[in-house]
């Protein structure tokens, strides 16, 4: 397996996916003003989603299937 791939259906992966979506969406509500605030928060919502639902997005890239328990059963 890809170790990127294995870093990010590690628990730390997952925690790391949450805390980026966490910033983008405040960042994008927070700190940009009009549309792009609007778009970089809601681009936000995808790592937090695939954090919280163990998803990742970039594990088929590589070949490895979505599910983080299936990737981390994996190893």
Known sequence: M???????????GRLLRIIA???LIAVGLLVL???AGIIV???GVV????????F???????GNPLSGPTNRAAK
């Open 2 to 12: 890809n170790p990127f791939v294995a870093f990010m259906a590690s628990s730390t």
């Open 21 to 23: 979506g966490v910033a």
């Open 33 to 35: 003003e009009g549309t």
């Open 41 to 43: 928060a809601v681009v």
């Open 47 to 54: 790592p937090l989603l695939a954090g919280v639902f163990d």
């Open 56 to 62: 990742c997005l970039f594990a088929p890239l590589f």
